[in-house]
Every structure is written in C-alpha cells, then in structure tokens.
C-alpha cells in the first residue's frame, strides 16, 4: 500500500501505521511462523516495527531477532525502533520496578537490543517513561554517544508532558523527533494537556500506543455507547469494523499520529489498513469523542 511520512523535519521516514510488538511472546510464533509475519507486512506496506528492551519480559527483541537472522536482508526494509528506561522484576537482579535512565543503562540497553535484535542499528530509540531521577544532561550524553557511534540514528521519547519533553530537548544537538503516547477514544488527555499540541509546534509526528482502548473497546458496558457509535460511524464512512474506526479517529488529529497495531494477525493488520482509505467529518469525530467521554463539548 506504501503509505509513508515523515516523522520530523530532520527525521526519519516511517510507514503510516507501525505493527507494534509488545505482546509478542503471546502470539506462539515460531521463527519461521514470524518470520512469514514481517514478510507479510513488509508487503503491505508496513515497514516500522515497534519494540522495548523489556517487551515480554525482556524476551520479545530476542524472538523478533531469531526471526530475522532467517533472513538477513529484510533488515533494509524495516524500521526498528526500541524504547529503555524501565526496569521490571522479570529481570533477576531487580527487586522493585523503578525508572533507570542513566547513561550507562541507556547505552547498554541500545547495545543489548542491538544484539538481540540482530542488527547493527537501530532508526529510532526513545525514553519509555518520564522518570523522576532523570538527569536530562545524562540522557543527552547516552545519546549523542549512540548517535556519534552509529548505533542509533533518530531519538525520541515515549509518555512525555510538554515540560519533560522540552528539558530534554534543551540538552541536545539535534532533535528529538517524536513522542510515542497513549491516545485512544478511551484515553484523551494527550488531546488536550499540551502534548499533541507540542507536536503540532515542532512538526513532528507523536506515535499512537492503545489505540483500541487494551481491548477495553470490544467488552464492558460502560463501553457500549461508544461502541454504538462507532458501529453508527462506521455504516456512514463506510468501514468494515470498529477497529478501523477508531485508527481514523486517531489519524483525523492534526499532529497525523501514527498508530500502533498490536496484532499477530495479518487478517487484523489488513484491516486496520483500511482506516488509511477513510474520510471522517469533525461532525463525526467529535461524535465519537462525546460516546467515549461521557459528555458534550462545554
């Protein structure tokens, strides 16, 4: 389908929608059983995958990696992007999970997921979470010597308020070029803190996680208008499901989010393509905006 944008001035080039790999390891892939799955999205056009350093208890990049040494040179058609900064008790050695954003953990997490990864970079890795200790110069320093090393090309962060995202931006000597975040009917106060507005400013595309909601969109009562506008929505634009309903919700905002998709299904996948083919009014936006809220504009 080849829909492409560029997630920053000076930025890299994504696909418009990015298969997201969080739930990885509860998919029951073999190598070669994923290695089929990136091939099918590459064709369809979706070339950015998203990872972290601890996506299914550190072990998601090391799955996505043994795919990938099946077959080297799809390495050049994808986009790779990793977050670090959290460390979670699945990693023996950690008796709390806490934030950890020194320089040393952030460059030996690129350097691990690089390993695992099977590549020798990574186009875009990002801060996970905004993290109370975070020195911004220590940060800055990880990433100008990830940079400077080739190791990574493009940073970002992920869950950022506008603050936190302009006091790391103060230390750096390039730019950050996009903040990844929680958007969603079910979660919209990225629309209206600042942080979509941000991104607006600075040209640069945020990257959409949850964007059905963690499935909280297909069950539950409290649900349930939503859904019914969503089915009403779909009917007049067209839509097959919900699902691509809900992408073209996120993608009518003018900071052009890009979604994530979390699916191991390429069935799920295709269809959720289909929301790059659909027009939405504001009429019919804020529509679905009411049915999830709860309430009208003031």
């Not at 090391?62 to 058609?77: E, V």
């Not at 990793?82 to 023996?92: D, L, Q, R, V």
């Not at 970002?156 to 308020?161: E, K, L, M, Q, R």
């Not at 730019?175 to 979660?187: A, D, G, K, R």
């Amino acid at each position: 389908m080849g829909h492409r944008i560029q997630l920053a001035p000076q930025g890299p080039e994504f696909s418009r929608m990015v298969c997201g790999y969080w739930r990885l390891m509860e998919w029951g892939m073999s190598p070669q059983q994923l290695l089929g799955f990136i091939e099918q999205h590459l064709e369809l056009g979706i070339t950015t995958a998203d990872h972290a350093d601890i996506y299914g208890g550190y072990a998601c990049e090391q799955a996505f990696g043994d795919a990938l040494r099946l077959q080297p040179a799809l390495r050049q058609r994808l986009e790779l992007v990793s977050k670090c900064g959290i460390a979670t008790t699945a990693k023996p050695g950690n008796p709390i999970g806490h934030y950890i954003t020194d320089r040393s953990h952030i460059v030996s997490s690129a350097e691990h997921s690089l390993q695992k990864l099977h590549t020798d970079y990574l186009d875009l890795l990002l801060i996970h979470r905004p993290d109370p200790l975070m020195d911004a110069d220590e940060v800055a320093e990880a990433f100008v010597d990830l940079h400077k090393s080739g190791k990574v090309r493009h940073f970002g962060v992920s869950n950022f308020t506008p603050a936190q995202f302009t006091l790391l931006q103060s230390r750096l000597p390039f730019s950050l070029v996009t903040n990844q975040v929680e958007i969603s009917p079910l979660h919209q106060p990225a629309l209206l803190d600042g942080t979509l507005d941000q991104c607006q400013q600075l040209r640069i595309k945020p990257m959409a996680w949850s964007c059905l909601g963690g499935g909280r969109l297909f069950s539950g009562a409290e649900s349930q208008p939503l859904r019914n506008e969503l089915h009403s929505v779909a009917q007049e634009i067209g839509a097959d499901t919900i699902e691509q309903v809900v992408y073209a919700w996120v993608m009518r905002l003018p900071s052009a989010p890009l979604p994530i998709i979390g699916s191991g299904k390429i069935e799920r996948v295709t269809s959720a393509l289909r929301a790059l083919e659909l027009t939405m009014s504001r009429e019919q936006w804020f529509r679905i905006r009411k049915a999830a809220l709860g309430y009208d504009v003031p």
